[in-house]
C-alpha cells in the first residue's frame, strides 16, 4: 500500500519550516491522542503523525526525505525512530507532570509512580484589625486539608502484606507497545491499566481511607502574622497543606489578609495618617494637644498660627516595616473646627477682633495684598 506523504499527514506543504512543523505537530497530537481521543482509528491516526514528525523535524533526515522520499530510508532498511525522544514536546503539549497518563514518548522520560510528590497547597483568607496588622499577632486558624491515613500510613492497604509489585508493569507505572514499520520500530508508553500508574496493586483496601492512602480532616494551625503586614498580602505558612503522597513533603498553607479599616487613621505604606480636631484659638495661639498614635497618646505642641489642613509629622510612631526594625512615621493633619453656635457675647467679641485686624483675616489681608500691588 502506497505511504502518505509526511507533509500532507502534517497538513503542511513541502519546504515547511521547522517551526511549522512543529506546530503543525502540536495541533494533530493535541486532537489524536490516545488518552483524548476514543475514537477508532485515532491510536493509528497518531502514530501515523508522530512518525511524520520524526522524520521532518529531523534536519538530515527531513532533507533526505525532501529529495527522495521515502525511498531515501527504503534503501537503508528503515531507519530506528525507538530512541527518537518526545518526551519535551509532549512536556509542552500535555504538561510538565507527565500530561495525559503520564505519556512520554518514544523515549521520553517517565515519572517514576512511586516516587515521592510533594502535597497540593492550601489557600486561605483571614480578617484582622488595623493593630493587628501593624504589631503583628498570633491566630489559631482551621482549615481543610488531606492528610496522610494513620491506620495505613498512606499505603492504601489493610495490612502491609496486602501490597505487592504490580506484575503487569513490574512497578513502573507504564506498558509499551511496540509497532514495527518500514522506517523502524516505534514505542509508545502508556499508563499500566491494572494498577493505574500506581506500580502496586492492593489486596485489600484500608477500611479508614478506602485505599486513598488519605483522609480528609480539620486541623488547627497558630500561625504567626507578622508585624506590618498590609491589606492583601499573602503569608507562606511552609509544610501546612496536604501530605504528600509516597513519603513526599507536605504543601504550604497560603493566608491572604484582609486588613479592617481603622476609625482614627489611614495606612499609606507604613506611614500612618490621622486628623486631628482643634479649635480656632488653639490654632491661632498655638496649643499643647493629647495625639492618639499606635504607640500610646502623646502630647504635641501646635504652633501659634496654625492654617487649617496643616501636617506634622511624628517620627516612628507609625508601622514596623516587613522583617525589620524600621518604622515608619504618624503624619497628623489639622482640622479647625468652626463653632456653629455662638452667644452674643462671643458673637461681639469675634466682630470686635476681626476689626482689630482690618476687617481681615491675615492671612486674607495679606492674600488681597498681592491682588491690588
Known amino acids: 500500500m502506497a505511504q502518505r506523504d509526511y507533509y500532507e499527514i502534517l497538513g503542511l506543504q513541502k519546504g515547511a519550516s521547522k517551526e511549522e512543523i512543529k506546530k ?21 491516526k497518531f502514530k501515523e503523525i508522530q512518525e511524520a514528525y520524526a522524520v521532518l523535524s529531523d534536519d538530515d533526515k527531513k532533507a533526505r526525505y525532501d529529495q527522495y522520499g521515502h525511498a531515501a530510508f527504503d534503501q537503508q532498511g528503515g531507519f530506528d525512530a525507538s530512541g527518537f525522544d518526545f518526551g519535551d514536546i509532549f512536556s509542552e503539549i500535555f504538561g510538565g507532570r507527565g500530561g495525559f497518563g503520564g505519556f512520554g514518548g518514544f523515549g521520553g522520560q517517565q515519572r517514576n509512580p512511586n516516587a515521592p510528590r510533594q502535597g497540593n497547597d492550601v489557600q486561605m ?7 493587628e496588622a501593624a ?4 491566630k489559631d486558624v482551621r482549615i481543610n486539608r488531606k492528610e496522610t491515613c494513620g491506620h495505613c500510613k498512606g499505603t492504601g492497604a489493610e495490612n502491609p502484606t496486602d501490597v505487592h509489585t504490580c506484575g503487569q508493569c513490574h512497578g513502573r507505572g507504564t506498558v509499551q507497545t511496540v509497532q514495527q514499520t518500514p522506517f523502524g520500530r516505534f514505542a509508545q508508553e502508556s499508563v499500566c491499566p491494572k494498577c493505574h500508574g500506581k506500580g502496586k496493586t492492593v489486596d485489600h483496601a484500608c477500611h479508614e481511607c478506602r485505599g486513598a492512602g488519605q483522609v480528609n480532616r480539620q486541623a488547627t494551625i497558630e500561625v504567626a502574622v507578622p508585624a506590618g503586614i498590609d491589606n492583601g498580602q499573602t503569608l507562606r505558612v ?9 513519603g513526599g ?13 481603622s476609625k482614627l487613621y489611614k495606612r499609606q505604606g507604613f506611614d500612618v495618617h490621622i486628623d486631628v480636631p482643634v479649635s480656632y484659638a488653639q490654632a491661632t495661639l498655638g496649643a499643647k494637644v493629647d495625639v492618639p498614635t499606635l504607640h500610646g497618646t502623646v502630647e504635641f505642641s501646635i504652633p501659634e498660627g496654625t492654617q487649617p489642613g496643616s501636617e506634622f509629622r511624628l517620627r516612628g510612631k507609625g508601622i514596623q516595616h516587613l522583617n525589620s526594625s524600621r518604622t515608619g512615621d504618624q503624619y497628623v493633619k489639622i482640622k479647625v473646627e468652626v463653632p456653629k453656635k455662638l452667644s452674643r457675647k462671643q458673637k461681639d467679641l469675634l466682630k470686635q477682633f476681626e476689626q482689630e485686624l482690618g476687617g481681615h483675616p491675615t492671612s486674607e489681608k495679606s492674600w488681597w495684598d498681592k491682588v491690588f500691588k
Open 24 to 44: 503543525a505537530f502540536r495541533k494533530l497530537a493535541r486532537q489524536y491522542h490516545p488518552d483524548v481521543n476514543k475514537e477508532d482509528g485515532a491510536e493509528e
Open 135 to 138: 504589631f503583628g499577632v498570633k
Open 238 to 246: 511552609g509544610g501546612q497543606g496536604e501530605a504528600g503522597t509516597n
Open 249 to 261: 513533603p507536605s504543601g504550604d498553607l497560603y493566608i491572604t489578609f484582609r486588613v479592617l479599616a
Open 125 to 131: 483568607s483571614m480578617d484582622i484589625t488595623f493593630e
